[in-house]
C-alpha cells in the first residue's frame, strides 16, 4: 500500500501570508505512459465533505480561486496558498489514485495566526 | 444540479449490520465507478471501497474486507454498503464519491453518520 505523509500537521499563517503544505508519497504515483501524478489535494471545513480543489498534482478544479496551486512530481508533492483568507481556514489532505487503496495524508490543519 | 445524497446510518450494536443508500442524481449515474470514505470523530479521511460501472469488479480496505460488500443499482441511481459484524472501530461519518473517468474523486455526499456502540 502507498502511504502518504503530509507536513506539517498544522499551521498558523497570517491573513495574506503564503500558506505551505507538503505531501510525500512512499511510492511514486507518477504514471510513466501518460506522465501524468495521480495525486489530488481536498479542502475539508467543519461539518462539510471534502471538496476538490486540486488533481494531477497541479490542475485547479474549476471555480477554485487562483490562490491555490499544487506543485511537484513522483514522490514529493506541494499545495500552495499564495495569500492567505480567512475562508481557506480548513484541513487539508492529499490524497493518491495511483492504486488501490486509494489513499490519503493524515490531514494539516491550516490557521490564521 | 450533480449530487449524492447518503441516508441509512444510526446506531447499531456491536456485531450488528446496516446498509448504507447513496442516491445519485445530476449526472449519468451508471457511468461513472463509486467510492466509499470514512471519516472517524475528529480523524482523518479513510477509503472504504470502490466499484466499477456495471458492479462487476470490487475492491475493499483491508479493515472491511470480508464485512462490507459495496453494490449498486443503475436502474435506481443508488449505491449501497452493506455493513455486517460491525465494531466500535467502524463509527464514522461515510462518505460516497464519484470517481471521475479520469481516476479522481469529484463529488462527494454530505455524508451519514454511523456509530457502532452497545
Known amino acids: 500500500d502507498i502511504v502518504m505523509t503530509q507536513s506539517p500537521d498544522s499551521l498558523a499563517v497570517s491573513l495574506g501570508e503564503r500558506a505551505t503544505i507538503n505531501c510525500k508519497s512512499s511510492q511514486s504515483v507518477l504514471y510513466s505512459s501518460n506522465n501524468k501524478n495521480y495525486l489530488t489535494w481536498y479542502q475539508q471545513k467543519p461539518g462539510q465533505p471534502p471538496k476538490l480543489l486540486i488533481y494531477?498534482?497541479?490542475t485547479r478544479e474549476s471555480g477554485v480561486p487562483d490562490r491555490f496551486s499544487g506543485s511537484g512530481s513522483g514522490t514529493d508533492f506541494t499545495l500552495t496558498i499564495s495569500s492567505l483568507q480567512a475562508e481557506d481556514v480548513a484541513v487539508y489532505y492529499c490524497?493518491?489514485?495511483?492504486?488501490?487503496?486509494?489513499?490519503f495524508g493524515q490531514g494539516t490543519k491550516l490557521e490564521i495566526k | 444540479e450533480v449530487q449524492l445524497v447518503e441516508s441509512g446510518g444510526g446506531l447499531v450494536q456491536p456485531g450488528g449490520s446496516l446498509r448504507l443508500s447513496c442516491a445519485a442524481s445530476?449526472?449519468?449515474?451508471?457511468?461513472?465507478?463509486m467510492h466509499w470514505v470514512r471519516q472517524a470523530p475528529g480523524k482523518g479521511l479513510v477509503w472504504v471501497s470502490r466499484?466499477?460501472?456495471?458492479?462487476?469488479?470490487?475492491n475493499y480496505a483491508d479493515s472491511v474486507k470480508g464485512r462490507f460488500t459495496i453494490s449498486r443499482d443503475n436502474a435506481k441511481n443508488t449505491l449501497y454498503l452493506q455493513m455486517n459484524s460491525l465494531r466500535a472501530e467502524d463509527t464514522a461519518v461515510y462518505y460516497c464519491a464519484r470517481r471521475d473517468s479520469s481516476g479522481y474523486l469529484d463529488i462527494w455526499g454530505q455524508g451519514t453518520m454511523v456509530t457502532v456502540s452497545s
Open positions: 490524497q493518491q489514485y495511483y492504486t488501490t487503496p486509494y489513499s
Open positions: 466499484i466499477n460501472t456495471d458492479g462487476s469488479i470490487t
Open positions: 494531477w498534482a497541479s
Open positions: 445530476g449526472f449519468t449515474f451508471s457511468s461513472h465507478w
